[in-house]
């Protein structure tokens, strides 16, 4: 069971404090320690694509123009692995089960998977 924050996420911080047994989980702070290729991929089979992980809300999507480019895949991967803030989070995997953001349906989740092992 892994939880993938960013510490310095008020957001991430929040919701790390209604999830039921986190000290069950491996915890990782991802600006400190960036996930790895293997990670991301393992998340994007769980999620169906790497575009599902991505942050358009990331201050650097606009940036760098990204919000003007039509983006693929291969894009999402390589920009997620450069660059931590790409990543939608917080990221909770259980199992074979993932949870992607910080969405109330999607924090709701999490929080009744948790309970749930």
Not at 1 to 13: D, Q, R, V
Not at 101 to 107: D, I, M, S
């Amino acid at each position: 069971m892994k939880f993938y924050y960013l510490g310095t996420c008020s957001t991430c911080e929040r919701i790390m404090k209604d999830i039921p047994n986190l000290k069950r989980f491996t915890l990782r702070e991802i600006k400190g320690d960036p996930i790895t290729a293997k990670e991301l991929d393992e998340m994007k089979k769980l999620a169906g694509s790497y575009e599902a992980l991505f942050s358009r809300i990331a201050l650097k999507f606009r940036a760098l123009g990204l919000n003007k480019m039509a983006l693929t895949e291969k894009d999402y991967r390589k920009w997620i692995l450069e660059e931590y803030t790409f990543l939608k989070r917080p990221v909770m995997i259980i199992d074979k089960e993932i949870f992607i953001g910080n969405a109330p349906k999607v924090t709701a989740a999490m929080a009744e998977a948790s309970r749930r092992h």
